[in-house]
């Protein structure tokens, strides 16, 4: 059985620092790995996704890497601004489509 | 822009009555999910559709009900809302067959029992 866990829970860093939120997954048949976005109250935004025969995804100062064979993947906030405070949500999803989702990081980046 | 739609984003219904969220997608995605996200969870699957295809998960309380009348559509139906059913629900698409199964989510519905 798949189990996501996010670490760690909460994090505070002043504005402009780099910084990088952990996502560990115990089924090394993931088929890929999604991470999000959540806004107090807000649904879901898609950051970025890798696909279970990629390493990493970039998406202007987000890079997201996966390692299967360790179970791990990790996200990558270059330049930190305030907007960027939020949940950041990591899932992975089976071949079926299922995503089963850490309990997340929330972010506060301090100006 | 296509997008997940979901309506009303505030619904507050009594303890034990029914009430029905919504959820549209212009993305012609064929597979919709319900998610159950209580607060400083994560969302849990509750059920999906593959095209018709109803697939419930095994913990989901009977209480929970889905309707897909089109593939544009999709329904969840509280039967008999307790306190506990209090929570965040998000609608999410995907499409299978092309590219892996990443997933689009709506804004959620919020739901208040009294």
């Known amino acids: 059985k798949q189990e996501v866990t996010q670490i760690p829970a909460a994090l505070s860093v002043p504005e402009g620092e780099n910084l990088v939120l952990n996502c560990s997954f115990t089924?090394?048949?993931?088929?890929?790995l999604q991470w999000f976005r959540q806004d107090p109250g807000k649904g879901l935004t898609s950051l970025l996704l890798?696909?279970?025969?990629?390493r990493e995804q970039t998406s202007g100062r987000l890079n997201a890497s996966l390692d299967k064979s360790s179970g791990r993947s990790t996200l990558y906030i270059a330049a930190s601004q305030p907007g960027d405070s939020a949940t950041y949500l990591c899932?992975?999803?089976?071949?079926?489509?299922?995503?089963?989702f850490g309990q997340g990081t929330t972010l506060q980046v301090k100006p | 822009d296509a997008m997940v739609i979901q309506n009303p984003r505030y619904q507050v219904t009594q303890f034990g009555k029914p009430v029905t969220l919504s959820c549209s997608q212009t993305?012609?995605?064929?597979?919709m999910y319900w998610y159950q996200q209580k607060s400083s969870q994560a969302p849990k699957l509750l059920f999906h559709?593959?095209?018709?295809?109803?697939?419930n998960e095994a913990d989901t309380p009977d209480n929970f009900q889905s309707r897909r009348p089109n593939t544009s559509f999709c329904f969840l139906d509280i039967r008999s809302p307790g306190l506990g059913d209090a929570a965040m629900y998000l609608c999410?698409?995907?499409?299978?067959?092309?590219?892996?199964?990443?997933?689009?989510f709506g804004p959620g519905t919020r739901l208040t029992v009294t």
């Open positions: 890798i696909q279970s025969s990629q």
């Open positions: 899932a992975g999803s089976s071949n079926t489509g299922k995503l089963i």
């Open positions: 993305l012609n995605h064929n597979v």
């Open positions: 999410a698409t995907s499409r299978e067959g092309q590219g892996p199964y990443e997933q689009y």
């Open positions: 559709y593959y095209d018709k295809d109803f697939n």
């Open positions: 089924d090394s048949a993931i088929y890929n």
